[in-house]
């Protein structure tokens, strides 16, 4: 979206654009700024200046986070009250009645907590790519947020306006949760997008972008490779010197790729024996879908992306998902202790 602009009687619009468009952060993987997830809220008001220099992505992020919660409260106040004095009752047959319209009432709630999740995403997406965060690396970080902002919304804001309302949580919570993954699943992807793409750019630039003249120049006359720089450091150095020697013998050859998740194929193990004490669970693999949907356990990242598929319950084929609790409790399975060499 692009990010809005004050205009007036005199020809300053487009001058204004051009300077907030030199002030937001740049964004590796975005041609411009109208490839940002969120509309920015820069400034905050007509009666703050336009700043003088590139604005810092945490104060960006905490700038519009604080709008959202303003704009959020605003509503929530009004939604509360109004269910309060004169509540929404259903009419039945053209004719209104006394009975409050209570599925109608927690829908307006779910509506307005996800909207704020929405917006919230949203701009900590952008942040993660404003602060140079690409790739694999930023897609688990936003997990993680996303995750923590879902359950911060149910116990802090959704939560007491049933119990502000005397609404049934049980009644209402399955819709509430459907709607948050949906929401995160929608901002997800269109993330998703642009870090992989950061991660491209920052690749090819590391690949294929020569070294500087000075430094040419010194390993030309002395034949030295450049040092190998850890993660943040000069990619297209690290290249240059080969891989890095195993630091001990525990990380010698181990396969790239992402770190097995070892307490979460320890939970999956312990619902799947809760489920199914007897060992035989594949008849009760619904039941305990939505166990782990309840347990808040993730189901497998690439299940999103490739099947839509942003819980257990919404596996895209049984045997997708029998494979994926197999891997998780073969994972979980202590390992067998070493046994020390001897001599004969």
Known sequence: MDPPTEHSDSDTGDDREEIVEDVLPKIAGRSDHAERLALIVWPPSSLWPTPS???????????????????????????????????????????????????????????????????????????????????????????????????????????????????????????????????????????????????????????????????????????DTPKQEGPGGNGAAAIAAGPAAPSDSKTHGRRRGPKPDYANASRVAEIVARVAPDGDWRPKFDEICEALDQARIPCPSKWLSRYKAASWSEYPEKSIGVKAIVGRLELAKPKPKPVPETFS
């Open 53 to 223: 220099s590139p604005i810092d992505p945490e104060l960006l992020y905490r700038n519009c986070r604080a709008h959202a919660e303003v704009q959020f409260s605003e509503g929530y106040h009004a939604w509360k009250e109004h269910n309060k004095s004169n509540p929404t009752r259903l009419v039945v047959g053209g004719r209104p009645t006394e009975i409050r319209a209570d599925a109608l009432i927690a829908a307006a709630l779910t509506t307005s907590c996800c909207a704020f999740m929405c917006e919230v995403l949203e701009y900590h997406a952008d942040y993660l790519l404003d602060s140079g965060n690409a790739g694999e690396a930023a897609i688990q970080n936003f997990d993680r947020f996303a995750e923590a902002l879902a359950n911060e919304t149910h116990h802090n804001k959704w939560l007491p306006g049933l119990q502000a309302i005397s609404l049934s949580e049980e009644e209402h919570s399955d819709a509430l949760w459907r709607a948050a993954r949906k929401t995160v699943s929608d901002v997800r992807g269109k993330f998703e997008r642009l870090a992989w793409k950061a991660e491209r750019e920052r690749t090819d630039e590391a690949i294929y972008s020569p070294p500087r003249g000075d430094e040419a120049s010194s390993r030309a006359v002395t034949g």
